[in-house]
């Protein structure tokens, strides 16, 4: 029996996963929201959300990192987390940057541009839901996901003010991005990693496959684009970097390239964090007699805790606070503490304190909140 993956096209969170089961071969279909097994499968996870992976023995795993987690502790083909301190901090570091400090991008290039994308996301997400619907019919599913969505673009910080920030600063990472794809087939060498599989989540559903982000990054970014097409195959496609093979960078070196992508996330996102911290913190001290092992909500599958305002880039923007943020950064956190050195030199030393009264965890499939630290 074949595992089965729930998940879209056009999934940002669906990327990471399949692109995860795809370089490591594994033997895997993938399928809609629309499949008549979906309805029992958000019963026994307590939420509609995706991706989720049916494994041949029944089990149910939700969420793309869990997913790659599974794998990586049964034995990957090309194992995702890399052994030496320096690139498995910067893997972590991109693995929680790529899912959720390009979140504004990717919602501001989806849905601030219908003229060029209206009419394939509508086709593309009714194909995901309701495949063969036509009409009105059409019309009201596309129209209940769309707004949904532009409603979450709202809570990520995406308005028509920020709009030209937003592009502005995409333009600075893309030209970041390739200038480091230049000497380097993935984010750490010649496979990819955590990172690799972090960054393709808004890479390609998002901006690399709707119509007017994905002109934007063929047009004036080839080798983002060819990294976009390498994330999707099962082949190594080295491109121009042949010579130096599937293996890392040598010496667990960070190069120079690297490093200006770590500047750029310090000044792009950890403002965002420190905020989403902080708003943790009160939330979890208004809120003492929290019981461990669950999400402190009226109901399990919820996922954000509320809204938290900082400045960005010149604007006061208030995002959404997700616990699942938090057990991202946790990750990152340990793994940047043996080589702080290079956080500091990046403008990222401040992550390292970061840390929420009580720790995320996930069970269930579900983020809870454990034990007080």
């Not at 960070?254 to 989403?276: C, G, I, Q, S």
């Not at 900082?310 to 923007?317: A, C, E, L, Q, Y």
């Amino acid at each position: 029996m074949t595992a089965r993956l729930f998940g879209m096209p056009g999934s940002l969170y669906t990327a990471r996963a399949r692109s995860y089961l795809i370089k490591q071969r594994v033997d895997f279909e993938e399928t809609i929201p629309a499949d008549p097994d979906w309805t029992a499968i958000t019963q026994q996870i307590s939420r509609w959300i995706i991706p989720v992976l049916v494994l041949d023995d029944g089990t149910i795993i939700q969420d793309g990192v869990a997913i790659i987690d599974h794998f990586e502790a049964i034995g990957a083909r090309l194992p995702a987390y890399p052994q030496t301190p320096a690139h498995r901090a910067v893997s972590h570091l991109f693995e929680l940057f790529g899912g959720e400090g390009l979140l504004r991008p990717a919602m501001h290039y989806r849905w601030n541009f219908d003229a060029e994308n209206l009419a394939f996301l509508q086709r593309d997400f009714v194909c995901g839901l309701m495949p063969g619907a036509t009409g009105e019919t059409e019309a009201a599913v596309f129209g209940a996901a769309s707004g949904r969505m532009r409603k979450a673009g709202a809570s990520f910080g995406v308005n028509a003010d920020t709009a030209p920030t937003i592009e502005a600063s995409y333009r600075e990472f893309l030209d970041l991005f390739e200038a480091h794809l230049a000497d380097y087939s993935y984010l750490l060498g010649g496979r990819p990693t955590l990172g690799d599989y972090g960054l393709i989540g808004p890479l390609y559903p998002h901006l690399g496959r709707d119509p007017a982000p994905a002109a934007l990054m063929k047009a004036r970014y080839h080798n983002v684009w060819r990294w976009v097409e390498r994330m999707n195959v099962p082949q190594a496609q080295l491109g121009g970097h042949v010579a130096n093979g599937e293996a890392l960078i040598a010496d667990d070196a960070v190069p120079e390239t690297l490093k200006a992508l770590m500047r750029f996330v310090a000044t792009d996102f950890l403002p965002e964090l420190v905020a989403h911290v902080a708003f943790a913190n009160d939330w979890l001290a208004a809120r003492p007699d929290l019981i461990t092992g669950t999400n402190g909500l009226d109901r399990p599958g919820m996922r954000g805790i509320g809204m938290a305002t900082f400045d960005w880039r010149g604007h006061s923007i208030t995002t959404a606070v997700m616990p699942y943020r938090f057990w991202l950064l946790d990750r990152a956190r340990r793994a940047a503490a043996p080589v702080a050195t290079l956080f500091e030199e990046t403008g990222l030393g401040p992550m390292l304190a970061l840390e929420t009264q009580r720790p995320v965890e996930r069970h269930g499939n579900l983020e809870v909140w454990g034990a007080p630290r």
